[in-house]
C-alpha cells in the first residue's frame, strides 16, 4: 500500500529542482512554498497524516519525492529551511506593475497584480516601511534606489545612507 501511494505522490509532484527555482524570475521563497504546498495537498489527499507518524511520514515522503538534491540540501540543515525573502524587492516590484500594453484589460492587470500582492506581506507592512517605498519609487538617485533594493535597507540605513551620498555630492559639487 506505502508503494500505492508513493507512486500516486511522485505522479502528481515533480521533483525538486533548486536550480529551476530562479531561473523563472519568481520569488525562491514563493517558488518553494508553491511546491510544498503542492506535495503537502497530495499527501492530505493520500492520507498520510497518520497523527502518531505523521510528522515523520511527511519528511520522508518530503525527501523521496524530493529527490537526491533536496535530501543532499536537507542533510545540511540544522534549522527549518526557508530562503530569505527581500521584501523590498517584491513591494518594490508590484508598486512598478503597469499593464503590459494598451489592450490589457483592467481585468488582467489586477489578477497580476494580486499575484505579485502575494509576496507583499501587506497586511504586516509598517509606516516606515511605506515610507521606504515611496523613497525607493521615487528617489532621483539611482544608485540609492539600487542600493536600497538590493540590500534590502530598513528606513534608518536608508537615512544614513542617502545623508552620505548628499555629502558626497556636495563635495564634489565645492
Not at 515611496?134 to 530598513?154: E, F, G, N, Y
Request: hydrophobic share 35%; with cysteine; charged share 30%.
Amino acid at each position: 500500500m506505502a508503494t500505492a501511494i508513493l507512486t500516486s505522490i511522485k505522479v502528481c509532484v515533480p521533483e525538486f529542482k533548486p536550480e529551476e527555482l530562479s531561473d523563472t524570475g519568481k520569488n525562491v521563497d514563493r517558488r518553494w512554498k508553491e511546491w510544498l504546498e503542492n506535495l503537502e495537498l497530495v499527501l492530505d489527499f493520500e492520507g498520510v497524516t497518520d497523527p502518531a507518524e505523521g510528522a515523520s511520514k511527511r519528511r520522508a515522503a518530503l525527501l523521496t519525492v524530493g529527490g537526491q538534491t533536496l535530501r543532499e540540501i536537507f542533510s545540511t540543515l540544522t534549522v527549518k529551511f526557508s530562503p530569505k525573502k527581500n521584501l523590498t524587492a517584491d513591494r518594490y516590484r508590484f508598486f512598478c506593475t503597469k499593464p503590459t500594453s494598451p489592450e490589457e484589460t483592467h481585468d488582467h492587470w489586477i489578477t497580476r497584480l494580486r499575484t505579485k500582492g502575494k509576496d507583499c506581506e501587506f497586511e504586516n507592512m509598517t509606516l516606515d516601511e511605506a515610507i521606504k517605498l515611496v523613497v525607493t519609487l521615487h528617489t532621483p538617485s539611482d544608485k540609492l534606489q539600487r542600493d536600497i533594493i538590493a540590500k534590502d535597507m530598513d528606513l534608518k540605513t536608508l537615512i544614513d545612507s542617502a545623508r552620505a551620498l548628499e555629502l558626497t555630492q556636495r563635495d564634489h559639487l565645492q
